[in-house]
């Protein structure tokens, strides 16, 4: 359980889940088991305040464990990236178009869009990974908005294909790391909850 635009799920009955944020679907991973276990935590975070907080704080250490990763392999750009208005017929300045710059990207701002965000005050579901305003009118900083991770995912680079060091970075992350957040998981769950679930 624990919260891509990865993230953790305490609430699913079919197991936790975990994914990124800005709609990614290729950074997202789904950890399958302990059905009957979430379905008792649930209920108890119902009734419980203090449980409900506790469970909320062991799905962000272990959002943590896929966020951590993001930030150490996420490259940062050399430069700031101008994103342009439409010209002729695509993104961009075009010959004999000097074009507007409809915003800036500045340098880094992939890795500090990466933090945790709870979707529902009401539940413990948390979600990790790139934060963005275009889902859910979030208060995301402007120069922390992580609303383009999808293209540095893919490989596109904002009209053409051009593969980074950062390109499946995501899915990379996801692999490397969904074993050590079922194992955290699995640990900080029977460290609180063992008594509960004889």
């Known amino acids: 359980m624990g919260r891509l635009s990865q993230a953790m799920n305490a609430n699913r009955s079919r197991g936790t889940s975990a994914s990124t944020g800005g709609g990614l679907s290729s950074a997202r991973v789904e950890i399958k088991g302990l059905e009957e276990v979430n379905k ?13 907080q506790n469970l909320l704080s062991i799905n962000e250490r272990v959002g943590e464990v896929y966020n951590n990763s993001l930030r150490a392999n996420i490259k940062d750009f050399d430069r700031d990236i101008k994103v342009y208005e439409r010209t002729g017929g ?35 579901k948390v979600l990790s990974g790139p934060r963005t305003n275009t889902i859910a009118r979030r208060k995301t900083r402007k120069y922390s908005d992580g ?8 490989g596109d680079s904002f009209g053409k294909k051009k593969r980074t060091q950062n390109t499946g970075v995501f899915e990379r992350s996801k692999k490397a790391t969904q074993q050590r957040m079922v194992k955290l998981q699995t640990r900080l769950l029977r460290k609180e909850y063992e008594r509960y679930m004889k």
């Open 147 to 154: 609303w383009f991770a999808h293209i540095v995912e893919g």
């Open 90 to 124: 695509g993104p961009g300045p075009k010959t004999g178009h000097k074009g507007n710059v409809r915003l800036k990207i500045k340098r880094g701002q992939l890795r500090r869009s990466i933090g945790i965000w709870q979707p529902d005050k009401e539940r413990t």
């Open 40 to 52: 008792k935590l649930q209920r108890l975070a119902f009734w419980s305040e203090k449980d409900f």
